[in-house]
């Protein structure tokens, strides 16, 4: 299967400040799909994107999904607490396997 | 209502026993996933199946098996085999993809997971 390496493991932000997180691949992948698990809850499905430099907004957050299809970002403008989570990026493919997660600390 | 459920919620075991963690879901999905996931960490693949029985090893197979005699059910045994099995699990299901670039598949449903802890 496709693999997807993601940095940063930890972010910790004042509230307010914006955070960034992202997924790096050696091959050309078919999609690129971010999920949000809360502290002590499941992964919960956010997005894919599937075009070469393809950018999608929902409200606070913008995904984009690089021209090459090698890499992708998730960006939020001025984090809340409740954005507080583990961010993971995914490739579903022949399998579905995820980044090791960007983890989300925000200080009111 | 559509969805994937996992059970039990909690599940302790002795060392040296094999337990079963259920999951089954109702949304028609051929592909479904098992990961393991250690405090603080990434989601780690265990197995998976693209169709009824059909199923491929993962990253960390060794001590856990699987089965798959229905497209609802995706059972997953953690044998006396796994040295170390005291995690969190989580089953997931999806549209699979079709293993070529430019075919993925659809957004995986997570169960609630089982947290598993041996005594």
């Known amino acids: 299967g496709q693999q997807v390496m993601q940095i940063p493991q930890y972010q910790h932000v004042q509230e307010g400040e914006d955070f960034t997180t992202y997924c790096n691949s050696s091959?050309?992948?078919?999609?690129i799909q971010w999920y949000k698990q809360r502290p002590g809850g499941h992964p919960v499905f956010l997005i894919q994107?599937?075009?070469?430099?393809e950018v999608k907004k929902q409200k606070r957050l913008t995904f984009q999904f690089g021209e090459a299809k090698k890499n992708s970002s998730l960006h939020i403008t001025a984090t809340q607490t409740t954005d507080v989570g583990t961010y993971f990026c995914?490739?579903?493919?022949?399998?579905?396997?995820f980044g090791a997660g960007t983890r989300l600390t925000v200080k009111p | 209502d559509g969805g994937i459920t996992q059970s039990p919620k909690y599940l302790f075991r002795k060392e040296g026993q094999n337990v079963t963690l259920s999951c089954e879901q109702n949304?028609?999905?051929?592909?479904m996933y098992w990961y393991r996931q250690d405090p603080g960490q990434g989601l780690r693949l265990i197995y998976y199946s693209q169709i009824v029985n059909d199923f491929q090893k993962g990253d960390i197979a060794e001590g856990y098996s699987v089965s798959r005699e229905k497209k609802e059910s995706f059972p997953l045994t953690v044998t006396s085999a796994q040295k170390n099995p005291t995690a969190f699990y989580l089953c997931?299901?999806?549209?699979?993809?079709?293993?070529?670039?430019?075919?993925?598949?659809?957004?995986?449903?997570f169960g609630q997971g089982t947290r598993l802890t041996v005594v």
């Open positions: 994107l599937v075009k070469s430099g």
């Open positions: 997931a299901s999806s549209i699979p993809g079709q293993g070529r670039v430019g075919v993925g598949g659809t957004e995986a449903f």
């Open positions: 949304l028609n999905h051929d592909a």
């Open positions: 091959t050309t992948l078919s999609n």
């Open positions: 995914a490739v579903n493919n022949n399998d579905m396997r």
